[in-house]
């Protein structure tokens, strides 16, 4: 079935964001999820949360977590008084089905942002450019260009590939929410690794937006760090 969509101006479009936030941190070499690492004495997850809400007070935020997550989450909201209002989920076995239990609790049409928790260092910038070209384009999905070179590897040899023709794929990554429910609900796997795949499967060409080199994904002990360094640079 063909959908078709009306664009409305974006100021009438309802916004909601679903920061998915199911890692176990096993890179990190902690025993805390890397969500919930202190990033200048406070969550990272509390970070994200108020990127989203520091871009539009008025946004719908809705946190995705393992279900044995969500009790230490509260007495981390109790103990750091965090007062932005989320509505919370529980995570799947995989992102596809942790986005998809997010996407079930939004009952409204608009937009939708899907972004990690773990990217904590999200400008306002980006996350508007997204949600301006999907009011556009039906999709945005945050992209840098890369800067290493790079060597594609099969059994026993490698070759050098062009670099100009690939992209960093970031978050968020931004949808018609009637488009992106359809995606989810006509998937014939879950194996995706992200958002905009689920939905490039489902017939849509993608549209790539500028993202940013500081909107990194914690995955390592050093990202920490380099968060934190650029955390103090911003208040300079």
Not at 162 to 170: G, L, M, N
Request: charged share 20%; aromatic share 8%; hydrophobic share 40%.
């Amino acid at each position: 079935m063909e959908l078709f969509f009306v664009h409305l101006p974006l100021m009438s479009l309802l916004k909601h964001a679903i920061i998915v936030a199911g890692g176990i941190g096993s890179r990190m070499q902690a025993s805390t999820p890397k969500q919930f690492l202190l990033l200048e004495d406070r969550p990272v997850l509390m970070h994200t949360l108020e990127a989203f809400y520091s871009y539009d007070s008025s946004i719908t935020l809705t946190v995705v977590l393992p279900k044995e997550h969500v009790t230490y989450w509260q007495q981390l909201i109790d103990t750091h008084r965090f007062t932005i209002p989320h509505q919370i989920t529980h995570g799947g076995r995989s992102r596809f089905e942790s986005v998809r239990n997010g996407l079930s609790v939004i009952d409204s049409k608009g937009l939708v942002a899907v972004h990690d928790g773990a990217r904590p260092l999200i400008s306002s910038a980006v996350i508007a450019r997204t949600f301006d070209q999907a009011e556009k384009h039906g999709n945005a999905t945050a992209a840098v260009a890369i800067k290493d070179s790079l060597r594609r590897v099969s059994t026993n040899q490698n070759h050098a590939v062009d670099r100009s023709e690939y992209v960093s794929i970031q978050t968020p990554q931004t949808f018609n929410i009637s488009l992106i429910k359809a995606a989810f609900a006509h998937a014939s796997h879950d194996q995706f690794t992200d958002d905009a795949s689920v939905l490039e499967h489902y017939g849509e060409t993608i549209n790539l937006v500028e993202g940013d080199y500081a909107n990194l994904k914690i995955t390592t002990p050093e990202d920490i760090w380099i968060a934190e360094a650029i955390l103090k640079s911003r208040k300079k």
